[in-house]
């Protein structure tokens, strides 16, 4: 019994040791994970640490970068605006450049004798849209005379150069019984230069025509001028105002689109901004030009090629009507517009004011900002524009017989009326209104003897002459 009381003491014995050595291995490894635990918080706070200080710094960095983005932007932002400023003024000393050394389209010259008031309101009208192109058309008054006055208002713009025509010689005439008075004035009575010459038995009549025309400048003065522009200042092309003008907003446009035309197709002598037919009642479209065979005068432009022929034979007198004889224009013809990109406000001139108040009075200056620019306007040279005129009145359709006008008044589309010879187109012309006019056997603003003018609509009207269908290669109906 007692022996085994012992062993099981001993056994009590082994198993408390093993207990014991097992609490104490447990204590070593709490004491162990204990210690890996509080270096794990530790390492885990210095990281957090750590992690906190590298945000701080990349916040910090991160404003860094915002600032210097910003500061990239302004200084971008500054240097546009420098090379903005530096590519400006290039431009401007380009531009001063290009300004001096620009060939001008054409100069500009106001003839004017003796009404400083006319010429003044010519060249505000002129100036008005003149100033931002004054590189490309330089403008001259060339003054005929010595009028005080005149002299005066020219050299009151800085804007323009003034020339003095002064002509202290005899005038001599050409035609036996002709008044010398008559080569001193060129008379503007039946609109701009229709001149009258008297022999001696219409000397009772001169007083009252001297009383009822208006003095302006000499034959010999647009010789001189032409001259003095076209070989002395050298210009290529010169464009001939008279002193009662105003001009229209594409006035410098149409010219320099025309002068290409001048340029390439040598069957046209000049360009002229006027329609003897531009009344209100007879004109429709500011985009249409024309091809003329009579010369319109009014607002013209020349090549110094012309005039190199011309000059040795310009006439002492009557240098329009001289231009519409055929022996000169030799076949060429001139490009005009249907609304005219000039008015004429000259009253005084005028016979008792009855042919201003019919004729010059209404006509229509073209109000319309036509950008010559993107016109196509080859269909007005020599070899395209007979094929297109013909294509037009083709499609007209023929009238016939008498009340011509109640029946084209009657028709929706274009209207087609032949005339048989001067006197008849005479008769038709005054029943519409319009010009009746010839010279040297062409009708004013004709071509190839057909004068179209539009009717109380866009309705265009042909008075085609007894060749003209034959000359257009259009077979009659």
Not at 376 to 400: C, G, Q, R, W
Request: proline letters at 4%.
């Amino acid at each position: 019994m007692a022996k085994v009381f012992c062993d099981f003491r001993f056994l009590l014995l082994v198993a408390a040791g093993v207990f014991i050595y097992i609490q104490m291995r447990l204590f070593a490894t709490q004491s162990e994970y204990a210690d890996r635990l509080a270096a794990a918080i530790e390492a885990e706070n210095h990281c957090t640490s750590q992690t906190r200080s590298l945000i701080d710094q990349i916040s910090l960095q991160q404003g860094r970068i915002v600032a210097l983005e910003e500061e990239r932007k302004r200084r971008d932002q500054e240097c546009g605006q420098m090379k903005s400023l530096v590519q400006d003024l290039e431009r401007k000393d380009l531009q001063r450049l290009i300004d001096k050394m620009q060939v001008p389209v054409a100069a500009v010259v106001i003839m004017a004798c003796n009404r400083a008031d006319y010429l003044e309101r010519t060249i505000n009208s002129v100036l008005k849209y003149q100033r931002p192109i004054s590189s490309r058309y330089p403008l001259f008054v060339s003054q005929d005379g010595s009028n005080p006055n005149v002299k005066s208002k020219a050299l009151s713009y800085d804007q323009l150069s003034y020339m003095q025509h002064l002509d202290f010689e005899p005038v001599q005439t050409e035609r036996p019984g002709e008044l010398t008075a008559y080569y001193k004035i060129a008379r503007k009575s039946f609109l701009h230069g229709f001149l009258v010459v008297f022999s001696i038995k219409n000397r009772p009549n001169l007083q009252f025509c001297l009383k009822n025309i208006q003095l302006i400048p000499l034959s010999g003065h647009y010789k001189w001028a032409l001259d003095q522009l076209f070989y002395k200042h050298n210009f290529s092309r010169v464009i001939i105002l008279e002193d009662d003008m105003e001009i229209a907003p594409d006035f410098f446009d149409y010219f320099e689109a025309a002068a290409s035309l001048l340029e390439k197709d040598k069957s046209i002598m000049a360009v002229s901004s006027w329609n003897d037919n531009g009344q209100k009642q007879f004109v429709h479209d500011p985009y249409e030009l024309y091809r003329s065979d009579f010369f319109p005068g009014l607002g013209w432009m020349l090549a110094r090629s012309t005039w190199n022929e011309l000059s040795p034979k310009w006439p002492k007198a009557y240098w329009d009507d001289w231009l519409r004889l055929k022996e000169n224009h030799k076949g060429r013809q001139f490009i005009r517009p249907e609304v005219c990109r000039t008015y004429n406000f000259g009253e005084h001139g005028s016979s008792l004011g009855q042919f201003f108040k019919q004729y010059l009075e209404p006509i229509k200056l073209n109000d319309v900002k036509v950008d010559w620019k993107l016109m196509d306007l080859s269909y007005l040279l020599e070899d395209k524009y007979s094929m297109h005129f013909a294509n037009v009145i083709k499609k007209a359709t023929p009238v016939y017989g008498a009340d011509m006008v109640l029946k084209a008044s009657n028709i929706d589309g274009n209207v087609r009326i032949k005339y048989k010879d001067q006197s008849d187109f005479e008769n038709i012309a005054h029943q519409f209104g319009i010009f009746q006019e010839w010279k040297d056997g062409v009708p004013r603003t004709a071509y190839k003897g057909v004068v179209v003018f539009r009717y109380q609509t866009s309705r265009r009207i042909f008075l085609v002459g007894p060749e003209s269908l034959k000359l257009l290669q259009i077979e009659e109906s």
